[in-house]
């Protein structure tokens, strides 16, 4: 029998989880499925922070300001000003949830990170902020019978009948077969596709999975060239990129070239503080004239103890590979860090397809723009999460669950499965060519050399997984080529100038050529926001 329930959401990140409350608060029925343990999501590795206007010296124009500088001319402004209105009132509500942002004599302190004009970033435990906003999340949600988490529980498929999406398919961890499940909605929150690069400080789970079963249903995608790289991963050989978070900088930490001169200066008035996209290529430069494969991180200056206490988890870390941050120089390299892009949603998480929503990375909702400011991203997770769960609950109000109908069930055939070994070999592939060809500096020449090689990928027989990852690659590809300038984390050394009539996004759909739009607002309706 098909499995029913009111809501389904996928992906338990800070979105995910903000967006099952929202609608078990309503009492509905929510099923939460997300493909490894519930706490495994970029949430739950954000180091440094939360951006948030609280403090006495702060205001939002300002955040906003911030935002749409970073941004570079591709943020959507009525999004940036929700993100930072809203965003206060949602970090004062997950306050109360139990949320323990840290405090100097009871007062929350906060951090800088490169391109804020005032200290507005919210910690905890020194440098585990997403993974405390998890646990009070959690804590949370279990209070809502009406919630029931599904780990291991793999969505490979977005169900899809007359235009509207009415449930899912997914790999059931009990039964090890594909299962369909049926809903009024479905909000999906699955997160970025860091995992595309070779380097990356996104945990494995990111793989961009939902984008590309968005596609694949038929939505719209917008702004998939630009991809933020963070300058600063811990770059130890044969060790994944374990983020040494921009905070650091933002305490006084500097970068150094292999000959230990501090070169950040011969780049940008903002030091280490200027944009990432900025400090990457900077990094990426200096690596080249020095003919090495690594620069410095040197936060010496700092006691033990200051270290210990504010980054404890940095600290432990890189102990673990014999470095003492208070004492050692420590080797980094850019990583891909964050994917500005992804499906098109209206500010209410609306998708181009009736019926699913959207929230968190997997969205572009233009709140980043060609670039995000650093720590907006758990704020978008949560504001835009709760958006997304008023919405589903407002639109959905006449709709049934409809599992009844449902027979377009051949495409269980689609399932293609190949062994482990093949699919994992496919993945080092593209990941290997999306970083070589399609990285932090691009060219018409290797984004060329890309497609072809993603191509010849596509011509062997691949499971699902493999398909939509490289499906994602040769997304990312078409329009960072499409993109005839360079704007934000999109650098193409052939075209190094901004260029005015490039404001535009792309977008991207299945069957159609890729395409451009002034705004990604495409269907302004406004449901009533009952205030926090
Ligand atoms: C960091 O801690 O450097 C990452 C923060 C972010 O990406 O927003």
């Given at each position: 029998m098909a499995l029913e329930t009111d809501f389904i959401v996928i992906g338990s990140g800070i979105a995910g989880l903000r967006a099952s409350i929202e609608l078990a608060q309503a009492g509905a029925k929510v099923s939460v499925l997300t493909k490894s343990k519930t706490s495994d999501s970029n949430t739950e590795w954000a180091q440094g922070g939360v951006a948030v206007v609280l403090s006495d010296d702060d205001n939002a124009e300002l955040h906003e300001d911030d935002t749409l500088i970073a941004g570079a001319g591709l943020c959507d402004e009525?999004?940036?000003?929700?993100?930072?209105?809203?965003?206060?009132?949602?970090?004062?509500?997950?306050?109360?949830?139990?949320?323990?942002?840290?405090?100097?004599?009871?007062?929350?302190?906060?951090?800088?990170?490169?391109?804020?004009?005032?200290?507005?970033?919210l910690h905890a435990h020194g440098d585990s902020t997403g993974k405390e906003i998890v646990r009070a999340l959690v804590a949370r949600a279990r209070q809502e019978d009406s919630i029931n988490l599904l780990p291991f529980a793999h969505v490979e498929k977005l169900l899809v009948m007359d235009q509207r999406c009415v449930g899912v398919r997914f790999l059931d961890p009990i039964l090890k077969a594909p299962r369909d499940i049926f809903a009024r909605g479905v909000v999906l929150c699955t997160g970025g596709a860091g995992q595309l690069y070779q380097h990356s400080t996104n945990p494995p789970v990111a793989t961009g999975d939902g984008m590309a079963?968005?596609?694949?249903?038929?939505?719209?995608?917008?702004?998939m060239e630009f991809v933020q790289f963070h300058p600063t991963a811990l770059n130890i050989?044969?060790?994944?990129?374990?983020?040494?978070?921009?905070?650091?900088?933002?305490?006084?930490?500097?970068?150094?070239n292999?000959?230990?001169?501090?070169?950040?200066?011969?780049?940008?008035?903002?030091?280490?503080?200027?944009p990432r996209d900025i400090v990457s290529r900077s990094i990426v430069s200096e690596l080249r004239k020095t003919g090495t494969r690594t620069v410095f991180l040197d936060i010496t200056q700092k006691s033990e103890e200051f270290l210990r206490h504010r980054f404890p988890k940095i600290y432990e870390t890189c102990k673990y590979f014999d470095l003492d941050i208070s004492k050692d120089l420590l080797p980094v390299s850019p990583a891909s860090h964050y994917t500005m892009g992804g499906v098109r949603t209206d500010l209410w998480g609306r998708t181009t397809i009736t019926?699913?929503?959207?929230?968190?990375?997997?969205?572009?909702?233009?709140?980043?723009?060609?670039?995000?400011?650093?720590?907006?991203?758990?704020?978008?997770?949560?504001?835009?999460?709760?958006?997304?769960?008023?919405?589903?609950?407002?639109d959905s109000q006449n709709w049934a669950v409809d599992s009844g109908r449902w027979t377009a069930d051949t495409d269980r055939s689609e399932t293609n499965p190949q062994s482990d070994r093949i699919a994992t070999s496919v993945r080092k592939r593209v990941k290997r060519v999306m970083w070589e060809r399609v990285g932090i500096v691009r060219d018409e020449g290797s984004l060329k050399r890309?497609?072809?090689?993603?191509?010849?990928?596509?011509?062997?027989?691949?499971?699902?997984?493999?398909?939509?990852?490289?499906?994602?690659?040769?997304?990312?590809?078409?329009?960072a080529l499409w993109r005839e300038e360079s704007r934000g984390g999109h650098f193409r050394s052939d075209k190094p100038e901004q260029i005015e009539n490039w404001a535009i996004h792309s977008i991207q759909k299945r069957g159609a050529k890729i395409g451009s739009a002034e705004t990604l607002d495409f269907k302004p309706e406004k449901v009533i926001d009952r205030a926090v």
């Open positions: 009525e999004a940036v000003t929700t993100l930072v209105v809203e965003g206060t009132r949602y970090i004062k509500q997950l306050i109360d949830w139990g949320t323990e942002f840290d405090r100097e004599g009871g007062n929350l302190v906060f951090t800088q990170e490169a391109a804020h004009s005032r200290r507005r970033i079963m968005s596609y694949f249903a038929g939505a719209e995608l917008a702004d050989e044969n060790a994944p990129r374990f983020l040494l978070s921009e905070a650091m900088r933002g305490e006084g930490a500097v970068l150094r292999a000959l230990g001169k501090r070169f950040m200066g011969d780049y940008d008035d903002r030091l280490e503080l200027a019926g699913l929503y959207a929230a968190g990375e997997v969205t572009c909702t233009g709140v980043h723009g060609a670039n995000r400011l650093a720590s907006n991203s758990l704020l978008e997770g949560l504001v835009f999460g709760a958006r997304a769960g008023k919405a589903a609950l407002q890309a497609l072809s090689e993603f191509k010849q990928i596509s011509k062997s027989s691949l499971s699902n997984a493999s398909r939509n990852f490289v499906t994602l690659a040769k997304l990312v590809t078409e329009a």
